[in-house]
């Protein structure tokens, strides 16, 4: 999860690249570190903590040069501390690395290296590399890279730079990586967020690639096979929107910008006239599919479990959703008949592509509900549905799963349609006016101050528990993964009617329990759970429809929402859910843009 980022061109590198790792900090900020290049010598500077705090003690005087490369880090091998920041030198201190990723063989390889004369000075994996290409260094840094990657096993997105040579060096197998094309100028990046402001031309490279940089030109190869011509993509996007426009966080930021994200992902798809129109998915193949297989993680697996309901409810498809991490590990079930629709808003996640590659070998169609154009899913994948929500830069994921509930509910809804069932015209509609509504939501005042007083009122409290039915069970989940988060509160999402089973035995007058209780679904069912919760003094929050007075006689606080059809409720309801995480976040005083322990993209696994 760590971020990467590299210059090479004609300006002065060190303010280019603290730029660079700034706008990547939402990858890791346990540590910062920067090397550059200048008369034949290799300039280091690093430090534990974020860029913020520490970015005056990398002086432009002490990072001289117009090539350079730079890191900040999400540890996974050591602690975080100076010494294992990245960047790495070889013994000799010619070679520079920095590195995102797990190699898994670092144990032997370390051995290995020490018994030919090796010092190692730190705990980390990736001093290996640094070693490893100094063992095979003759004169030519290229070769020498891609001798030592052909020992190494596990995932890496490498940045190298060497003393002697006016060069940089890129390399991926597992971990992102992007080159921007300037002029006269390159820049390296673990993603295209970072390079946006210099460039839009980009070339993504793949696994088992290298690219060899000077300030005139570059090259792609294969590890094994040589030259490699590759596409030049176009972003579609601009710098100022990962700026945060005036908001205290970028998390903010991006709640509020939902109906437009929305909007992005239904344009094109559902017209004026609710007319349905899905490319670059095998309709033919979805007209026969016998059984889905949605596999995700994290907040993309709670969009999921919604998918699984609203898939069976229109398509009337067997559905089944599971974890990414655990997909290929269990030998999962497929044939040539089954579609898996994988999830991932940065379209990296090492799980989910693993679970992507998985499913491939066993002959089954993949379909992807990605946000990043031109990401490692969205590459890999049969095809599938772009979410458009814009770059998502807060860690805690907002408009990504709103984005992909509506992907979700468009499948539903064409897998419907290809299988002669009835479409709902009116669900469809209202998805359609889904953006507007959030955004009525969004600019109510008295919306947003029930639900600051609730934050208020609980923000001090240690447990939460977050109960919904049916298809609200997994944004019961999804609110409760929002508070644990970024505020650090212990919370738990659970189908309401399992709470007797066990979790009421910890219902108290200390404990908030949140219900989403929208009318309609299993509505008489909640109003006897809350009764369970209010006999046993615990504290109740509701979720309501708009208009609902008994609620409001039910429970200690309601937040109101719109009244949409039910099977579209999780829409709505994520909104205050997403709200009231954030404002108790920011009451405890906490990093809400990077909570601690977490980076965006989980690049390995």
């Given at each position: 999860m760590c971020g990467i980022f590299g210059y090479c061109g004609r300006r002065v590198a060190q303010p280019i690249l603290m730029e660079g790792i700034r706008r990547l900090e939402y990858r890791g900020y346990d540590s910062v570190g920067i090397a550059t290049l200048s008369g034949g010598r290799v300039f280091v500077a690093k430090k534990k903590g974020k860029v913020s705090e520490i970015a005056h003690q990398f002086a432009p005087a002490a990072l001289p040069g117009t090539l350079g490369i730079a890191h900040t880090r999400w540890s996974t091998h050591g602690i975080p501390s100076d010494r294992n920041a990245h960047p790495h030198l070889s013994c000799d201190g010619k070679i520079a690395v920095v590195h995102n990723g797990i190699i898994e063989n670092f144990s032997g390889l370390r051995e290995l290296l020490e018994e030919k004369g090796h010092r190692f000075s730190s705990d980390t994996d990736t001093e290996v590399i640094a070693h490893l290409i100094e063992s095979f260094y003759q004169g030519n840094i290229l070769d020498a890279v891609r001798k030592a990657l052909k020992g190494v096993e596990g995932t890496y997105g490498i940045a190298v730079l060497h003393a002697h040579h006016e060069e940089l060096i890129a390399a991926r197998n597992g971990s992102p990586l992007v080159l921007g094309i300037g002029t006269e100028e390159f820049f390296v990046s673990s993603d295209a967020s970072a390079v946006v402001e210099h460039t839009k031309k980009v070339v993504y490279l793949d696994d088992g690639e290298l690219a060899q940089i000077t300030p005139r030109s570059y090259h792609v190869f294969d590890l094994k096979k040589g030259v490699k011509e590759k596409e030049v993509s176009t972003l579609a996007w601009d710098v100022q929107e990962i700026e945060k426009k005036g908001y205290k966080h970028f998390m903010m930021k991006e709640i509020m910008e939902q109906p437009e994200s929305l909007q992005n992902t239904l344009r094109g798809r559902l017209d004026k006239d609710v007319r349905l129109s899905l490319s670059g998915i095998p309709r033919e193949f979805l007209a026969r599919v016998q059984r889905i297989m949605i596999t995700a993680c994290g907040t993309s697996w709670h969009a999921g479990l919604v998918g699984k309901h609203i898939i069976e409810k229109y398509a009337g498809i067997v559905t089944e959703v599971d974890y990414a991490s655990e997909f290929r590990y269990r030998d999962p079930l497929l044939t040539a008949r089954d579609l898996v629709v994988v999830i991932s808003q940065s379209g990296e996640t090492a799980d989910t592509l693993a679970a992507v590659k998985e499913a491939k070998r066993k002959g089954a169609t993949v379909l992807g509900i990605v946000n990043v154009v031109g990401s490692s899913i969205a590459r890999d994948v049969h095809g599938g549905i772009y979410i458009h929500a814009g770059p998502e830069i807060g860690v805690a994921s907002t408009k990504a799963f709103t984005g992909q509930l509506a992907a979700l509910f468009l499948l539903a809804f064409y897998l419907a349609q290809l299988r002669?069932?009835?479409?709902?015209?009116?669900?469809?509609?209202?998805?359609?006016?889904?953006?507007e509504v959030i955004r009525k939501m969004l600019a109510d005042t008295a919306?947003?101050?029930?639900?600051?007083?609730?934050?208020?009122?609980?923000?001090?409290?240690?447990?939460?528990?977050?109960?919904?039915?049916?298809?609200?069970?997994?944004?019961?989940?999804?609110?409760?993964?929002k508070l644990k988060e970024i505020s650090y509160i212990h919370a738990e999402g659970y189908p309401a009617a399992e709470m007797k089973h066990g979790p009421i035995a910890l219902i108290d007058e200390n404990m908030p329990v949140i219900f989403i209780a929208n009318r309609g679904g299993?509505?008489?069912?909640?109003?006897?759970?809350?009764?369970?919760?209010?006999?046993?003094?615990?504290?109740?929050?509701?979720?309501?429809?708009?208009?609902?007075?008994?609620?409001?006689?039910?429970?200690?606080?309601?937040?109101?929402?719109?009244?949409?059809?039910?099977?579209?409720?999780?829409?709505?309801?994520?909104?205050?859910?997403?709200?009231?995480?954030?404002?108790?976040?920011?009451?405890?005083?906490?990093?809400i843009d990077q909570p601690r322990n977490l980076a965006k993209s989980v690049t390995v696994e």
């Open positions: 002669s069932k009835p479409v709902p015209r009116p669900g469809m509609r209202q998805l359609q006016n889904i953006p919306f947003i101050s029930a639900i600051q007083k609730i934050a208020e009122k609980f923000h001090a409290y240690p447990n939460y528990y977050y109960l919904g039915r049916g298809v609200n069970f997994p944004v019961a989940l999804e609110g409760a993964l299993a509505y008489e069912k909640i109003i006897s759970n809350i009764e369970e919760v209010r006999s046993r003094k615990g504290k109740v929050i509701a979720i309501a429809t708009a208009g609902d007075k008994l609620m409001s006689q039910k429970a200690d606080f309601v937040i109101h929402v719109p009244d949409v059809e039910y099977e579209l409720t999780p829409l709505v309801n994520v909104i205050p859910l997403q709200l009231l995480a954030y404002y108790i976040a920011d009451l405890r005083g906490c990093a």
